[in-house]
Antibody, heavy 120, light 107 residues
């Protein structure tokens, strides 16, 4: 059974960089059938797609965040990662990693999510 | 960016009754529309893709319909475990976008 798990600091100071890793188990990240994505959800609010990466390293990011977001993949560790720079309180959210179909961009497997709070 | 608008924001329905949730896209997304269910403290769960295809292990009481810009999720006979927040998502274009959600609550 495929599992995804987010890890990283739960507290980040304003203006610093948020860094998260998603570890995939039960399946290989190096598959042509899927992208690997990040989605976030501010407390009490809806879902926002941040971006997705292919095992080759090709990325697609939300234009609203693109200038601050870096997504990378480490196929040797079966992991992909997210960095969001210059964070503010508006970046406080539960961050999810998820598997996204390469043909149909549906998110069929999700991590449990990790809360990242931006505060001094 | 395609804007997804869900209505109503909150829907109050009694167990055993039918619930109908709507999702509208700001431009055509063909049938590239998914529905998710989210319970408190949990990640979203995929219910429907291709506007009308149930995902693995999703009960038959969940059905989706629509194409283009207008979509509907119907839950035919509500069970207590169905009370949750429901999101639609388009995957016709980048960026992927979600609706703001419909909270289905017990009446």
């Amino acid at each position: 059974q495929l599992q995804l798990r987010e890890s990283g600091p739960g507290l980040v100071k304003p203006s610093e960089t948020l860094s998260l890793i998603c570890t995939v188990s039960g399946g290989s990240i190096s598959t042509s059938s899927y992208y690997w994505g990040w989605i976030r959800q501010p407390p009490g609010k809806g879902l926002e797609w941040i971006g997705s990466i292919y095992y080759s390293g090709s990325t697609y990011c939300n234009p609203s965040l693109k200038s601050r977001v870096t997504i990378s993949v480490d196929t040797s560790k079966n992991q992909f990662s997210l960095k969001v720079s210059s964070v503010t309180a508006a970046d406080t959210a539960v961050y999810y990693c998820a598997r996204e179909g390469a043909v149909a961009g549906i998110f069929d497997y999700w991590g449990q999510g990790t809360l990242v709070t931006v505060s001094s | 960016e395609i804007v997804m608008t869900q209505s109503p924001a909150t829907l109050s329905v009694s167990p055993g009754e039918r619930a109908t949730l709507s999702c509208r896209a700001s431009q055509s997304v063909s049938s590239n529309l998914a529905w998710y269910q989210q319970k408190p403290g949990q990640a979203p769960r995929l219910l429907i893709d291709g506007a009308s295809t149930r995902a693995t292990a999703i009960p038959a009481r969940f059905s989706g319909s629509g194409s283009g810009t207008e979509f509907t999720l119907t839950i035919s006979s509500l069970q207590f475990e169905d009370f949750a927040v429901y999101y639609c998502q388009q995957y016709n274009n980048w960026p992927r976008t979600f609706g703001q959600g419909t909270k289905l609550e017990i009446k």
